[in-house]
């Protein structure tokens, strides 16, 4: 089994930046992918980004636009989601995700393809 906890969540103001993290524990050593996902209120979770353990590929939701930037450090076991110039419908919990599993197609979008999700972390965007 592999735990994920997310941190970094908060309140902030449009235009803002936040970084969230999430720490991977327990069985991560056939890590093969990490990923954000998010659910504002009343509707379906949305695909923020992913990326590949072994090279470090990304995959973005259409909506990111080059606003966010997701990362992983190894040593640490731990994943970043780096938002930038953020918008009130930004609000959200962020989920962070993770697979083992060999052939998931984590890019794809599709919150099936991964096996571990954290608890989220609310992200609130004032105007």
């Known amino acids: 089994q592999m735990q994920l906890v997310e941190s970094g969540g908060g309140l902030v103001r449009t235009g803002d930046s936040l970084r969230l993290s999430c720490e991977a524990s327990g069985r991560t050593g056939n890590m093969v992918a990490m990923g954000w996902f998010r659910q504002a209120p009343g509707k379906d979770h949305e695909f923020v980004a992913s990326?590949?353990?072994?090279?470090?590929?990304?995959y973005y939701g259409d909506f990111v636009k080059g606003r966010f930037t997701i990362s992983i450090d190894k040593a640490k076991n731990t994943m970043y989601l780096l938002m930038t110039a953020l918008k009130p419908e930004d609000t959200a919990v962020y989920s962070c995700?993770?697979?083992?599993?060999?052939?998931?197609?984590?890019?794809?979008?599709?919150?099936?393809?991964?096996?571990?999700w954290g608890h989220g972390t609310q992200v609130t965007v004032s105007s």
């Open positions: 990326i590949s353990w072994s090279d470090g590929l990304t």
């Open positions: 995700t993770a697979t083992d599993l060999r052939g998931s197609n984590y890019s794809a979008g599709d919150g099936a393809e991964f096996d571990y």
